[in-house]
């Protein structure tokens, strides 16, 4: 099954929101077996979205997706244009009005008159529903092409495709191509690149994809043949097994969780450089509860000493920022917390501070448990977001290591 996007917002062309929409939609029908064709991003302006649908209805594809446009102010015109474009009369549905008319209510404000046209129905179209929003989707047909018009509401969109796309698609795709994605970090690409392209594998149409970020590097391989995509794959996995930290798509805080539910063990935290990040990230996991028993952001020199009772003299004689006062946090959070594993981070994050000793990017990473207290150094660049994203990835990452 051929795909293509057609996004539209005037935010997306300017730059003011970064179109995940776009990505996310392709990750998912791709990792069900869907060739995603074009991304068409278009302004609220009628005669470019009329542009763009007459562009991908012209194209070699069985599926348009399209986000953007369906709420109720003025700027919303993605639904008119669409009616319009398919001659489409309006319906006023009565029952989702009320509907939405209750929704409302429970939420504690009245519906507003400029939400009725998101209780439209099209005369020639279907609807596809929305759980978690008022805008709901269309669905249209012409030259043997599917239209699905979505809101641009992440949250929503995501429900949408999840509940009604997703299982769309799967019943139509007939030449499935199948997808298996391993998940690294702490290595560069070109590392893997190398690793990999050393293997002997004569398949013809292997397609594999790098795809770096901050959080590490997926390596996604793809073939029509199932059995040779298997025979491929595990040789993927056995050259770079070292740096993968999951096989699928699961981030690594997930992973993480579940082998310390698995073995029974609990974690503590004390975060300077990081900020509470790697707290955040471990309680965005569902269960976490049971195994994070909770953190500590000392920040500066003063909250070290009062509250995480790390030594004055090491800090004077070592720096906040080095081994010494990096072991030290790691036990002495542990001990507070009582837990199985205690981890610490302290470093340089930027962009000032550095220096030529102590470079931006400097982080000591803290390790204790019952039989260990180690402690592992990284140099990252000097850019303070990605700083303390990669400092939170390999803090995950030597974790899993560990245990």
């Given at each position: 099954?051929?795909?293509?996007?057609?996004?539209?917002?005037?935010?997306?062309?300017?730059?003011?929101?970064?179109?995940?929409?776009?990505?996310?939609?392709?990750?998912?029908?791709?990792?069900?077996?869907?060739?995603?064709?074009?991304?068409?991003?278009?302004?609220?302006?009628?005669?470019?979205?009329?542009?763009?649908?007459?562009?991908?209805?012209?194209?070699?594809?069985?599926?348009?997706?399209?986000?953007?446009?369906l709420g109720p102010t003025d700027d919303d015109i993605t639904r008119k244009i669409v009616f319009d474009y398919f001659g489409s009369e309006d319906i006023f549905d009565d029952k989702y009005w009320k509907y939405l008319s209750d929704k409302f209510l429970k939420a504690?404000?009245?519906?507003?008159?400029?939400?009725?046209?998101?209780?439209?129905?099209?005369?020639?179209?279907?609807?596809?529903?929305?759980?978690?929003?008022?805008?709901?989707?269309?669905?249209?047909?012409?030259?043997?092409?599917?239209?699905?018009?979505?809101?641009?509401?992440?949250?929503?969109?995501?429900?949408?495709?999840?509940?009604?796309?997703?299982?769309?698609?799967?019943?139509?795709?007939?030449?499935?191509?199948?997808?298996?994605?391993?998940?690294?970090?702490?290595?560069?690409?070109?590392?893997?690149?190398?690793?990999?392209?050393?293997?002997?594998?004569?398949?013809?149409?292997?397609?594999?994809?790098?795809?770096?970020?901050?959080?590490?590097?997926?390596?996604?391989?793809?073939?029509?043949?199932?059995?040779?995509?298997?025979?491929?794959?595990?040789?993927?996995?056995?050259?770079?097994?070292?740096?993968?930290?999951?096989?699928?798509?699961?981030?690594?805080?997930?992973?993480?969780?579940?082998?310390?539910?698995?073995?029974?063990?609990?974690?503590?935290?004390?975060?300077?450089?990081?900020?509470?990040?790697?707290?955040?990230?471990?309680?965005?996991?569902?269960?976490?509860?049971?195994?994070?028993?909770?953190?500590?952001?000392?920040?500066?020199?003063?909250?070290?000493?009062?509250?995480?009772?790390?030594?004055?003299?090491?800090?004077?004689?070592?720096?906040?920022?080095?081994?010494?006062?990096?072991?030290?946090?790691?036990?002495?959070?542990?001990?507070?917390?009582?837990?199985?594993?205690?981890?610490?981070?302290?470093?340089?994050?930027?962009?000032?501070?550095?220096?030529?000793?102590?470079?931006?990017?400097?982080?000591?990473?803290?390790?204790?448990?019952?039989?260990?207290?180690?402690?592992?150094?990284?140099?990252?660049?000097?850019?303070?977001?990605?700083?303390?994203?990669?400092?939170?990835?390999?803090?995950?990452?030597?974790?899993?290591?560990?245990?």
């Open positions: 099954m051929r795909v293509a996007l057609l996004t539209i917002g005037n935010e997306l062309l300017s730059g003011k929101t970064i179109n995940t929409n776009a990505s996310w939609i392709s990750n998912v029908l791709s990792l069900e077996g869907a060739s995603i064709y074009r991304h068409l991003t278009v302004p609220d302006e009628k005669e470019e979205i009329i542009y763009g649908l007459d562009t991908l209805f012209c194209s070699k594809v069985d599926l348009i997706i399209c986000t953007g446009g504690g404000y009245p519906i507003l008159n400029s939400n009725k046209s998101q209780a439209l129905l099209p005369s020639n179209g279907d609807v596809i529903p929305n759980d978690l929003g008022s805008a709901r989707g269309l669905v249209y047909e012409k030259n043997n092409i599917t239209l699905m018009v979505l809101p641009g509401i992440p949250l929503e969109m995501k429900g949408m495709v999840s509940q009604s796309i997703l299982p769309w698609v799967k019943k139509r795709i007939i030449s499935k191509i199948f997808t298996f994605n391993i998940r690294t970090t702490g290595v560069p690409e070109s590392v893997l690149f190398e690793k990999i392209k050393k293997i002997d594998f004569d398949a013809e149409a292997m397609s594999i994809g790098y795809y770096p970020s901050l959080y590490g590097v997926d390596v996604r391989i793809s073939h029509m043949d199932k059995n040779l995509l298997d025979e491929f794959k595990f040789q993927v996995v056995e050259c770079i097994n070292i740096h993968i930290y999951t096989l699928g798509n699961e981030n690594i805080e997930n992973v993480l969780v579940n082998k310390l539910l698995n073995q029974n063990l609990t974690i503590s935290t004390a975060e300077s450089c990081t900020g509470g990040l790697i707290g955040h990230r471990l309680t965005l996991v569902a269960g976490s509860s049971e195994v994070y028993s909770g953190g500590m952001i000392t920040y500066s020199n003063k909250s070290k000493i009062n509250n995480l009772d790390i030594s004055a003299e090491s800090i004077r004689s070592f720096g906040a920022v080095s081994e010494e006062v990096a072991l030290e946090m790691a036990r002495n959070v542990k001990n507070k917390f009582k837990t199985s594993i205690g981890i610490s981070v302290t470093g340089i994050a930027g962009p000032g501070g550095g220096t030529d000793e102590k470079p931006v990017g400097l982080v000591y990473l803290g390790y204790c448990d019952e039989n260990s207290l180690k402690v592992k150094k990284f140099n990252f660049i000097s850019n303070r977001k990605s700083n303390k994203i990669r400092t939170s990835q390999a803090v995950f990452n030597f974790i899993l290591r560990m245990i």
